[in-house]
């Protein structure tokens, strides 16, 4: 049962970061439970249509995947972002239940990753 879940949660998850990354929104969103909880330092967004609505990823972004592990109904990323010579390393833990991203707890240095974004 548990490999199905680490399973499950691993579907997820991929397919969220695929999505999200390159700047598929909609299966983004399909993703991710409307109760949705984004945290990243002191920035915290409630539900997935606020989240949704407060940006999307930089589309020219070249992403490569680092380090990842899936355990039950936890998933963990690590990756790089570069853009025009900037590059930001992400790290995401995203907590799975019923086959949806329920929260996401986002770790980077938020300098490097506005820089990315143009902000």
Do not use: N
């Not at 998850?13 to 299966?27: H, K, P, S, V």
């Not at 990823?57 to 853009?83: H, I, K, N, S």
């Amino acid at each position: 049962m548990a490999e199905t879940a680490t399973e499950d949660t691993r579907q997820c998850a991929r397919r969220y970061f695929e999505a999200w990354t390159t700047g598929d929104t909609a299966t983004a969103g399909a993703a991710l439970h409307p109760d949705f909880q984004f945290s990243a330092g002191d920035m915290q967004i409630d539900g997935r249509d606020a989240f949704l609505s407060a940006g999307a990823f930089p589309r020219d972004a070249v992403v490569t995947m680092v380090a990842e592990a899936y355990e039950g109904g936890v998933a963990f990323q690590m990756y790089d972002a570069t853009l025009d010579g900037r590059t930001a390393r992400i790290v995401e833990q995203l907590a799975v239940k019923d086959g949806l991203i329920v929260r996401s707890t986002f770790v980077t240095d938020m300098a490097s990753f506005l820089a990315l974004t143009g902000r």
